[in-house]
């Protein structure tokens, strides 16, 4: 199990350091600075062994999170904790820096007695943690009783996320679809990997202990593992959206989407993750992109980039920005774009086009005369791709019906772009955001 | 106000002003001063001298004070072990609290101050807490049990916690369970032979139910043990893959990787003819490419466990090759991992993609990345032998950008490539030599000169070319030096006239000025060599290279398994087995695959068997199981009508065999009553094995005395490596009888005696029947041909290849070892006609992914011709159909060790642009089709 954490800024100062086992001395604070940290070659692997000690790290902006092991511990596991450590401070002072690292660590002490005891995890959901554990010192001598137990209760029960008692006036839930579209295209515009992984995002500010049912569209296909056939697809009459796989937040209970493919659970308070998804299958690309290199002499290239909107017309990308990296000897950079914003951004090495909004089925495109220096230099452009972000935002009606405290959301589709079929009036509280990210693409090979 | 001022440095004295200020009367300062102390404690200054001090603040009803102090106890109790005792009082109040937070803290703390006085006082506490009516509390007490271990498992026991410990097991609380399983998990590492974590079918239910209730990390407690559980059959282990395959899931990765972890393990003990089989195959694939959109630190754990799941089962992820394309934003070492996974995939089917890639990857700009990929095309050119004509056009391109390390790193591919397959790209060479000065890195240099001796005859300027090697010839690395020797040795034995001068030059200088023992040996060897017989020079240095093989970095299969078993875990991140990185006697309990336990007949597909053969030793040790090992070995127990190997019986006796060590002690013990199927009386012998087929054969007058093929023979032990002793060879049978013909030369200069043979362990059991006999002295050029006869009844152990076969020969100088491949036809026994009504039978029976097929180019044979021939080796034609225009032949035949093959052989005599013929065997061990399919080929076409 973890022997032991510690936490280093930039220079390799420790900030926290917390001992879990006797096997782990003060000299492996050292070891892991002086091997990782101040160590001349960039970083080949999370995992560094260094004299029988093993040292697993994470960086969070310029801070270092390392755990330390002499045993066979489950690296994964140990990984998903440093996230989890990441996640909880987050909760507790906002971002991690060496600033609000220093000006919290009792805190940082505390919770770390809490969530790993003799390198062990424990209750680690910040919902639970903080009914006891506060920035602002304990509360716990003027507790009574009842609430001693309830606390404890919730940190050991089977709904460690969340407390009971909860009230709001108004019963809400958002549902954001974040999604991402990853593809790979050859330099001559032939898809060779595609694939959409989303993340259903899910806010929730629900008394009491609310019994919700996700009951994901009934068109789903779940691939590959049998459960839904094409009779069903045809049978609906809709276009059926196939996943790979998903995953599940702790709350979901995985026994009875495996056996009944319903998504039911109690939400924690507030905003996490209900589900990531992934398919491959039958993936519509919201727009295309399509680069045109040319080199003129030595010193210049030209760049066309069109875009196309691929989505029915009436629905609206916003906040489009797409990303045209730029050689590292570019001197200079002149460009046109039809619509939107267009800027060469030199400290990023790439030119940035912006539009506010495009309908679909439309058409767009830049082009670029980009300056080069001669250069003898043999450093390489990396020739990153050409990356490409919107949002496609809409009111979107969830039918939902609040049943004393159980709740059902039916049906909610995955795909924005499979979203535009059925639409229905929108109830005032419930707003269905996505957003899609789409890269990378590669640009033509340059001689 | 923040915190963030304790960390700022201070001045001397800083220790006698915290004093002053601990001792302070005012709370607040007091909790300040205690913050300093940990602040200072962090960053590494001694602060132990303020001890008495700290400790006195401990006696405090406030939380937030009374957690720092304990911090500090925990950090310097050890140091001051007197003092600490100080605080006990504290502890045992604090343990009678009424706030359950308050006495988990107490407890919590206590089991990690690690001072035996301590200690003693700890056990009441940690009684009362482990019967605590809070779960809180109690879970807490789970973990501190551990703790106490640690520190004195002795006392644990006698204090009978253990027992306590096992009873949470059972607890309401999931959380407690999970806890109590952590600990007994650790508690039992420590005691391997303990039966501490006693795993039932009812704990396990228990268990399972924890599961689908605890916390995502008491998922992961309870997922690590469930694995170290064997459990007794094949029904329960399907039911708890059922309850487990759930947590693939789970969003957090850990749990998924542990639950793939006891799904890959009980796997191994379901039938592979079981639906549920097939359907938890392609549960896997989805969650292990979720794991890749994962944080990188986590592709790099999953990839490095992938990458054992597809070396062991490789079906698993066989159609998921994108996924593993790399990204752009990729770390680099999540890029290395995915290029690794890439080439394992590599088939047929996705060459044409894959090199695609590799091309593009090879244009990237870290350096290590780039020769990892350059590596990988021409590791894809020596797996699919389709694609090597494109790779090496690839190669070619790459080396065309001129960029210094592609260029090296190509020719040392390309290198393996003329190994691979000789005589089919030399032309490439000119391209290859025209980069000669670029090379700087040995490995390139040593490859390129290897190239250019290996077809000096080809390369008009070799010596020229070799030569300018020479000039700095003390500055190169041995391994180029060696390889210059060699390559120019060779080019003298292929152009004697003009290359005198430059093979007496390096001659001398390895000889003379080097002081490489390795070089110099090797200088003297060839000198005497070309000086004493310049013909068994050539033969020596100009002999045939043996094949290289297709898949490299291969991990041991027995590794592979214990790895299998670790996966999730660091072992599983460094493929290492825990002892290699694990210090003193914890957590390496060595581990191992679950034998499979179902009766039925294992059909291990021919994909899985290389790295799928469980270890020898397993069958030595548990002689039950009925797995591929002992369906290989097999004894057939009836008659051939029985067709293939029957169920329970059968294996029992192959595992027999294994104990007793041979047929010899079996033959007519009592309990080897004749089965009472026995119609033929001819069959008795039978189930003695073929070591007594011969006599079998005589009495069923089915064999033919004509014998099988004999292929020519071959050189197994050039006289390079046997210090003067050539040995060349092959396999005869006849008339039931293997033998293996020898011819043994003598090269050396002394008089060889005292011959002895002994073969290792080996698939069909293949062992002397005689010793080796050698009649008199072998004098120098002496030359001795001699048949050694040969019996299967020695112990089995399966090979990769499963026709390989390793030879040890001893003679008065030393002992030398060589392997060889036995065609498979010698093992074919002359009962192998099966009935046609059995053969039909036998046929339906047999699954249907058993089958096996091949194709026999170029064989222009007629029906009777091809049966005929195949009938004198002992492959007998069942019947025979004429289905439009094509003979169909149907055919079976018979292994020594009773395994049955089937065939369907299609010729098709009218098609001229076809003369071959198709096969299609089925078999139900499908990993000796390919060797069958080869026999079939040897006997045909000669």
Redesign the interface.
Same mark, same amino acid.
């Given at each position: 199990?973890i022997g032991g954490l510690f936490i280093y800024n930039h220079k390799g100062?420790? $900030?926290?350091?917390r001992? &879990?086992?006797?096997?782990i001395g003060?000299n492996a604070?050292d070891a892991f600075r002086v091997n990782v940290i101040h160590a001349r070659q960039?970083v080949?692997?999370?995992?560094t062994?260094i004299a029988?000690t093993?040292f697993?790290?994470?960086k969070r902006s310029n801070i270092w999170l390392a755990a330390v092991?002499?045993?066979?511990?489950? *690296? *994964?596991?140990v990984?998903?904790?440093? &996230?989890k450590m990441c996640d909880v401070m987050a909760a507790y002072f906002g971002k991690i820096s060496e600033?609000n690292i !220093?000006?919290?660590?009792?805190l940082i002490?505390?919770l770390l007695?809490e969530i790993l005891?003799?390198g062990?995890?424990?209750?680690?959901?910040t919902g639970a943690l903080k009914t006891?554990i506060t920035q602002q010192?304990?509360k %716990?001598?003027h507790?009574t !009783?009842e609430e001693?137990?309830q606390? +404890?209760?919730q940190?050991?029960?089977?709904i460690?996320w969340r407390r009971e008692g909860i009230k709001y006036r108004r019963n809400e839930l958002f549902l954001d679809v974040l999604e991402s579209v990853?593809l $790979?295209m050859?330099p001559q515009g032939q898809v $060779?990997?595609a694939?959409v992984?989303g993340r259903v995002v899910m806010k929730s500010y629900l008394s009491g202990m609310p019994e919700c049912k996700f009951g994901m569209n009934d068109k789903i296909v779940i691939?590959?593992?049998?459960k839904g056939t094409a009779d069903e697809t045809s049978k609906s009459g809709k276009q059926s959206i196939a996943i790979?796989?998903? +995953?599940?937040?702790?709350c979901v209970? $995985? %026994?009875k989407?495996?056996s009944e493919r319903s998504i039911s659970f109690i939400p924690p308070d507030g905003e996490f993750?209900l589900?990531?998804y992934?398919t491959?299958k039958d993936i519509i690309l919201p727009f295309r992109v399509i680069p045109l290199v040319r080199e003129v002499g030595r010193t210049k290239l030209e760049v066309k980039v069109v875009i196309k909107s691929n989505f029915k017309p009436s629905l609206l990308a916003q906040k489009i920005e797409v990303r045209i990296p730029t050689p590292l000897n570019t001197s200079g950079v002149q460009v046109i774009c039809m619509k939107g914003k267009a800027k060469y951004k030199a400290s990023e090495n790439a030119i940035v086009w912006k539009i506010k909004r495009m309908a679909g089925m439309k058409e767009s495109q830049i082009s670029a005369e980009i300056e080069l220096l001669p250069t003898n230099d043999k450093k390489?452009? *990396?020739r990153?791709?050409i990356s490409m972000n919107f949002e496609v935002r809409q009111r979107r009606g969830l039918e939902q019906c609040v049943l004393g405290k159980t709740l059902e959301i039916l049906p909610v589709n995955l795909c924005t772009y499979h979203l535009a079929d059925d639409e229905t009036e929108t109830p005032e509280r419930s707003d269905f955001n996505s957003q899609t990210h789409f890269f990378?693409c590669?640009l033509p090979?340059r001689n | 106000m923040t915190d963030s001022k304790y960390f700022t440095t201070t001045k001397k004295g800083e220790i006698f002003e915290l004093k002053a200020e601990l001792n302070s009367d005012k709370k607040e300062k007091k909790k300040e001063a205690v913050k300093k102390v940990i602040a200072s404690m962090t960053v590494g200054k001694d602060v132990s001298a303020l001890f008495p001090d700290v400790v006195n603040c401990m006696q405090t009803d406030n939380l937030e004070l009374k957690k720092l102090v304990y911090l500090y106890l925990m950090n310097y109790a050890k140091s001051q072990p007197d003092m600490a005792i100080m605080a006990v009082n504290t502890f045992v109040k604090d343990c009678e609290d009424p706030n359950p937070l308050i006495r988990a803290l107490a407890v919590r703390t206590m089991g990690c101050i690690r001072v035996d006085k301590i200690t003693e006082y700890l056990c009441e506490p940690l009684r009362k807490c482990l019967k605590d009516e809070d779960p809180y509390v109690r879970k807490t007490a789970a973990v501190c049990v551990a703790k106490l271990h640690d520190i004195n498992a002795q006392l644990v026991e006698d204090q009978g916690f253990l027992d306590t410990l096992k009873d949470l097991i059972s607890d309401s609380n999931p959380m407690v369970v999970a806890n109590a399983v952590a600990a007994l998990s650790e508690i039992a590492e420590s005691h391997p032979s303990s039966n501490l974590l006693d795993l039932n079918p009812q704990s396990i239910n228990k268990l399972l139910t924890a599961l689908n209730e605890c916390t995502e990390w008491g998922q992961i407690f309870i997922l690590d043990c469930l694995a170290n559980y064997t459990p007794k059959d094949d029904r329960e282990a399907q039911s708890i893959c059922e309850r487990v395959t759930p947590r693939l899931s789970h969003a957090n990765s850990a749990v998924v990787l542990s639950a793939v972890k006891v799904l890959m393990k009980f796997m191994e003990m379901l039938s592979k003819d079981l639906d549920y089989y097939g359907t938890l195959l392609k549960k896997l694939a989805p969650p292990l490419v979720t794991l890749l959109s994962a944080e990188p630190e986590l592709q790099y754990v999953a990839l490095r466990n992938i990458n054992l799941i597809v070396q062991k089962r490789p079906e698993v992820l066989k159609h998921e090759m994108k996924v593993f394309f790399v990204k752009y934003n990729d770390p680099i070492y999540v890029k290395l991992e995915k290029l690794d996974i890439m080439i394992r995939l590599a088939s047929q089917a996705n060459i044409a993609q894959v090199l695609a890639e590799l091309k593009e990857y090879a244009t990237e700009v870290d350096v290590d990345f780039v020769r990892k990929a350059v590596r990988a095309i021409g590791r894809c050119a020596i797996k699919v032998e389709q694609s090597a004509e494109r790779c090496v056009s690839t190669l070619l391109d790459l080396i065309q950008t001129k960029v210094n390390y592609v260029v090296q790193e190509a020719i040392v591919v390309i290198k393996d490539i003329f190994r691979k397959y000789p005589n089919k790209y030399e032309s490439v060479i000119a391209t290859l030599c025209e980069n000669l000065d670029s090379l700087d890195e040995p490995e390139a240099r040593a490859a390129m000169i290897w190239i250019v001796g290996e077809y000096a005859e080809r390369i008009d300027n070799a010596d020229e070319l070799l030569e300018s090697f020479l000039e700095g010839f003390h500055d190169e690395s041995a391994q180029v030096q060696l390889q210059l020797l060699t390559a120019i040795v060779k080019l003298f034995l292929k152009k004697p006239t003009e290359t005198q001068e430059l093979v007496q030059q390096v001659l001398s200088l390895a000889t003379q000025d080097s002081d490489n023992p390795d070089l110099r040996d090797r200088g003297y060897i060839y000198w005497r060599l070309l000086s004493t017989d310049p013909v068994a020079a050539k033969e020596v240095v100009l002999a045939e290279k043996p094949l290289i093989s297709e898949e490299t970095d291969l991990i041991e299969p027995t590794l592979l398994d214990e790895l299998i078993c670790c996966i999730g875990t660091l072992a599983s991140v460094y493929h290492k087995p825990p002892s290699a990185f694990v210090e003193g006697g914890r957590g390496v309990v060595h581990k191992s695959l679950p034998p499979r336990t179902a009766s039925s007949e294992s059909t291990e597909s021919p994909e899985t068997a290389p790295a799928g053969a469980p270890p020898g030793e397993q069958l030595d040790t548990v002689p039950t199981q009925g797995d591929l090992l002992g369906d290989l070995l097999n004894l057939d127990l009836g008659p051939p009508v029985s067709g293939p190997p029957l169920a329970t019986s059968a294996v029992q006796m192959g595992a027999v065999d294994l104990l007793g060590g041979g047929l010899d002690s079996l033959i007519g013990a009592p309990s080897f009553v004749a089965p009472p199927a026995a119609a033929v009386p001819a069959n008795l012998g039978a189930p003695m094995g073929s070591g007594l087929s011969d006599l079998f054969d005589l009495t069923s007058g089915v064999g033919t005395l004509s014998g099988s093929y004999v292929a020519p023979k071959a050189v197994w032990l050039p006289a390079m490596k046997a210090k003067g002793l050539e040995i060349s060879g092959t396999f005869t049978r006849q008339a039931g009888s293997i033998s293996m013909d020898l011819q043994l030369t003598n090269k050396a200069l002394q008089v060889m005696t005292d011959f002895a043979i002994q073969f290792n362990r080996n698939s069909f059991g293949l062992a002397p029947a005689a010793p080796l006999q050698v009649h008199a002295p072998l004098s120098p050029t002496q030359t001795v041909e001699i048949s050694l006869p040969l019996s299967t009844a020695g112990s089995v152990m399966k090979t990769e290849p499963l026709n390989s076969l390793q030879v040890a020969v001893k003679n008065n100088i030393d002992v030398f070892y060589f392997s060889t491949l036995y065609p498979l036809h010698i093992l074919f026994v002359e009962d192998g006609k099966m009935d046609r009504q059995m053969f039909l039978a036998t046929w339906k029976d047999i699954p249907n992914e058993n089958e096996a097929q091949f194709q026999i180019r170029d064989c222009p044979l007629n029906a009777e011709a091809v049966s005929s021939r195949l009938q004198s080796s002992s492959i007998f034609t069942v019947a025979r159909r004429n289905v439009e225009g094509q003979d169909m032949l149907y055919q079976s035949l018979k292994l020594t060790n009773g395994i049955w093959v089937l065939a369907e052989l299609r010729i098709q005599p009218g098609n001229p642009s076809f003369t071959g013929l198709e096969l299609s065997l089925k078999c139900r061990a499908p990993e000796v089709s390919q060797h069958v399919y080869q026999a079939y080929e040897t006997i045909l076409k000669n």
């Open positions: 199990m100062e420790v $900030l926290i350091s001992v &879990y086992r006797d096997d003060r604070v960039q080949r692997s999370p995992v062994n029988r093993s697993f790290h994470v092991t002499k045993q066979n511990v489950n *690296a *994964a596991m990984f998903e904790f440093l &996230y600033e !220093k000006n919290n660590f009792v002490y505390e007695d005891d003799f062990y995890p424990q209750n680690s959901e006891f010192g304990i %716990s001598q507790q !009783k001693q137990s606390i +404890t209760s940190v050991t029960g089977q460690g990853n $790979l050859s $060779l990997s694939h992984s691939e590959k593992q049998g790979d796989d998903c +995953t599940f937040h702790q209970r $995985l %026994s989407f495996d993750e589900m990531r992934r491959t390489k452009w *990396a990153p791709p990378p590669r090979p | -």
